[in-house]
């Protein structure tokens, strides 16, 4: 989402719970990261953004990311948490957000994404890894600690 949001023009921020990816999302096209686990910084930033594209799988609080959007600003979430959400009503309403979600595009769109991909060279970063790592990789991924996909490289298993 970097990278494309970089790639439109666009002035990207990554939210993430500290500082830590801070230097990789800057090389991506990131203006800076946002840290939401500092509550000073969230509130610096609150009303600030026009739109969120939210990765997160995991269990987090939506609505302090909805506290981030401008008015008529827009969340739209690919993460797929475990348990739906909770959003606070009254905050969308107020500030006349716009909820969304999406999977995956059609074959067309797809096709779109790839050719902007090849044009502007967007590649993914991924951290390839032997089977025999994987339960490490889940334990790592429960810390926080990874900073790009895992990605399992099956011919050397």
Same mark, same amino acid.
């Given at each position: 989402?970097?990278k494309?949001?970089?790639?439109f023009? =666009?002035?990207?921020?990554?939210?993430? /719970?500290?500082?830590a990816?801070?230097?990789? #999302?800057?090389?991506?096209?990131?203006?800076a990261?946002?840290?939401?686990?500092?509550?000073?910084?969230?509130?610096?930033a609150?009303?600030?953004l026009?739109?969120? *594209?939210?990765?997160v799988?995991?269990?987090?609080?939506?609505?302090?990311?909805?506290?981030?959007?401008?008015? #008529?600003?827009?969340?739209?979430?690919?993460g797929?948490?475990?348990?739906?959400?909770?959003?606070?009503n009254?905050? *969308?309403?107020m500030k =006349?957000?716009?909820?969304a979600?999406s999977?995956?595009?059609?074959? !067309?769109?797809t096709?779109? %994404?790839l050719?902007? =991909?090849g044009?502007?060279? *967007?590649t993914?970063?991924?951290?390839?890894i032997?089977m !025999?790592?994987v339960?490490?990789? %889940? !334990?790592?991924?429960?810390?926080?600690d990874?900073?790009? /996909?895992?990605?399992?490289?099956?011919?050397?298993?």
């Open positions: 989402a970097v494309f949001g970089a790639a023009g =666009c002035e990207v921020y990554v939210i993430s /719970r500290s500082k990816k801070e230097p990789e #999302a800057v090389k991506m096209g990131a203006k990261v946002i840290p939401s686990g500092d509550e000073g910084a969230m509130k610096a609150a009303g600030t026009d739109a969120i *594209i939210d990765t799988s995991a269990a987090h609080d939506i609505n302090a990311l909805l506290t981030l959007l401008a008015p #008529a600003g827009k969340y739209v979430m690919v797929l948490p475990p348990d739906a959400p909770k959003l606070n009254s905050l *969308i309403i =006349c957000l716009t909820v979600g999977l995956t595009g059609n074959h !067309d769109m096709q779109d %994404m050719e902007f =991909c044009k502007h060279n *967007i993914s970063d991924v951290e390839v032997d !025999d790592y339960n490490t990789a %889940m !334990d790592r991924m429960e810390k926080g990874v900073k790009f /996909r895992f990605v399992i490289d099956i011919n050397k298993s």
